[in-house]
């Protein structure tokens, strides 16, 4: 059975423990693998090249290219740009009949964020609308086109899943996480009437990639240290199910990746609602914050497969027998579960590379080999 295979019937049906360490997604491993700097020089290729290297079943997981490669309307413009030593910093501007936003972004070899979001109170939100609104106008065929392509790439060696904004509640990632939070405060109802709007988005771009060939789709959710449980209650739960149930419709399955503290949110049975499929992580201390892996697993719904927990703590400065003994442990916790072994996180740039394998060949061994 081929690597893709593989992965899309373990999450449906479980069996033997799969290895499966997150690889990509910009953290960098793959790109110090392909002898690289930059992450921002990381091509899929050198992904698939990575993933390869070991006796592992994957998940890729894509970003969707900006709206503004659909519709120029929406196109980003960039008005400044400098160097200062190894970062790049850049001004961009997005002109609408609305009013306009500015972003900028500071970029490393290893890293890159927003140091000012484009929507920061409550007078950006009309923009915001504005765009939204021009999204769901917009021809979604470069979407389709891209994950088509990344299928195509990707073949059999590994499942896809493409990701976006896609949790109504993060207002496309327009504001920040706190600010996010303070204007839904703030302006409920115009929160409300966004974020139905953006499942309505979601719906139009979760049939471009469906056509495409994705398997999965990214669902991602704030932890604990962003918002509080009445936000969980009021917006993220329903909302979830709105846009998983419109993915599964489509024949996609959710994949929700969430590597910082979650407690109180998987006891109080938060995750177990919003429609997901495969989930990650379930970290104790130092990495997250549950009490430990048994105790969580039993907090979440078995129908849900899980994917961690080793430390990147652990892969980073422990050795080859020190992650061989954590994955052990890892593997008797999930005993009867459906679990893939990964790390709490994705994979960064400096990890050992023999420490992946010893994560591997262990997950076999205890397999038997299968």
């Not at 091509?43 to 709206?67: K, N």
């Not at 991602?220 to 240290?225: F, N, S, V």
């Not at 177990?272 to 992580?281: A, K, P, S, V």
């Not at 078995?302 to 430390?311: D, F, V």
Request: glycine share 8%; hydrophobic share 40%; net charge negative.
């Amino acid at each position: 059975m081929d690597r893709r295979s593989r992965f899309l019937r373990y999450v449906a049906e479980g069996g033997p423990p799969l290895c499966s360490p997150q690889i990509g997604a910009g953290a960098g491993f793959d790109t110090r693998l392909a002898g690289k700097a930059s992450v921002w020089e990381t091509t899929l290729d050198d992904t698939l090249a990575a993933v390869e290297r070991f006796d592992i079943v994957p998940l890729i997981d894509l970003g969707i290219p900006d709206l503004g490669e659909c519709d120029p309307r929406l196109r980003w413009r960039t008005t400044d740009e400098r160097r200062e030593g190894e970062r790049t910093f850049r001004t961009e501007r997005l002109e609408t009949p609305a009013g306009d936003l500015t972003r900028c972004m500071m970029q490393e070899p290893l890293c890159g964020y927003l140091t000012k979001h484009p929507v920061e109170t409550e007078a950006d939100l009309p923009v915001l609308e504005w765009y939204v609104e021009a999204a769901l106008e917009a021809d979604l065929a470069g979407i389709e086109e891209f994950a088509r392509h990344a299928s195509s790439g990707i073949g059999n060696r590994a499942a896809l899943a493409v990701q976006w904004p896609m949790q109504p509640y993060e207002l496309l990632c327009f504001p920040s996480t706190r600010d996010t939070a303070l204007l839904v405060h703030d302006q409920p109802k115009r929160a409300r009437r966004l974020m139905e709007r953006i499942v309505a988005l979601d719906d139009r771009i979760i049939a471009a990639v469906a056509r495409g060939g994705a398997d999965f789709v990214f669902l991602g959710g704030p932890a604990r240290e962003m918002i509080s449980p009445a936000y969980y209650r009021g917006y993220l739960v329903p909302l979830s199910r709105e846009v998983t149930a419109v993915a599964r419709s489509r024949g996609l399955l959710v994949y929700s990746h969430i590597c910082s503290p979650i407690e109180p949110f998987l006891t109080l049975g938060f995750y177990n609602e919003m429609g997901i499929d495969l989930f990650e992580t379930l970290s104790p201390p130092p990495v997250g914050n549950v009490a430990s892996m048994a105790d969580a697993l039993t907090k979440l719904d078995p129908a849900i497969c899980t994917r961690g927990n080793l430390g990147l703590d652990v892969l980073l400065e422990g050795s080859a027998d020190t992650v061989r003994a954590a994955t052990r442990t890892i593997l008797e916790e999930t005993r009867g579960r459906k679990h893939m072994v990964a790390a709490s996180d994705y994979l960064l740039y400096d990890v050992p590379e023999e420490n992946v394998h010893a994560m591997a060949e262990t997950v076999r061994e205890w397999s038997g080999g299968a």
